[in-house]
């Protein structure tokens, strides 16, 4: 099983590496990596380029997890059966790694994995998005703060990971259950260690406020 780890790992790093916000910035002439936070993910790509181009980055983002866990469980749904699951999760977290660290990148500097969490748990366990989407959404709009509402989507995931998990709803052997969780806080601390920058402009009171209107200048 640990070969059948590194695999899916690599799979995800390798399918979360294209960042459709650099993407789409270059199809313009631009580098969305010197505009605005300087971010590559979908919530700096709408600030800079409008909602169509946010709307072409988040489903570019969210299919790449999927691909990933759909690859997987192909690979291995019937030479690992009890343990697939758990492949899973660890393509999941290949996604999110390569979406936040792509090797061509400088730096390493790609997103923070908001979109790509949430697609792994559409590909993961779906019935986590009400909860998780709903949170966030509501978050973000009381606040006016994206990063406020990722973060409660994050702890959301995490919390009803553990919770279906003990519940007996994501399909997942006692075997490898501790192992899923541990997955699951590392997912979470990873996305919020990304948004350590926010909670500090946060903590300021200078953190950007999300609107609907595109930055005037860009295009």
């Not at 199809?27 to 181009?53: E, Q, Y």
Request: charged share 15%; proline share 2%.
């Amino acid at each position: 099983m640990l070969s059948n780890r590194l695999v899916v790992l690599v799979i995800g790093y390798f399918c979360g590496i294209f960042l459709s916000g650099y993407a789409y910035g270059k199809s313009k002439h631009k580098d969305i990596t010197t505009m605005g936070s300087g971010n590559a993910g979908t919530t700096n790509t709408f600030r800079m380029f409008g909602w169509k181009a946010g709307l072409i980055t988040l489903l570019g983002d969210v299919s790449k997890p999927i691909a990933a866990i759909l690859i997987t469980w192909l690979l291995f749904h019937k030479s690992c059966p009890e343990g697939v699951r758990l492949l899973e999760l660890y393509a999941g977290l290949g996604t999110i790694i390569g979406h936040n660290y792509p090797f061509y990148m400088k730096h390493f500097k790609g997103g923070k994995g908001i979109a790509c969490t949430g697609g792994m748990m559409i590909a993961f366990c779906p019935i986590e998005v009400p909860l998780g989407l709903g949170l966030f959404l509501i978050m973000t709009a009381v606040t006016k703060y994206v990063s406020v509402g990722s973060i409660v989507g994050l702890i959301s995931f995490f919390v009803q990971t553990v919770a279906f998990g003990e519940l007996g709803i994501l399909d997942v052997t006692e075997k490898y259950r501790m192992e899923v969780y541990l997955l699951a806080a590392v997912i979470m601390l990873m996305g919020i260690l990304r948004h350590r920058e926010n909670i500090k402009r946060l903590i300021n009171g200078n953190e950007n406020k999300f609107s609907l209107k595109k930055k005037e200048g860009t295009v």
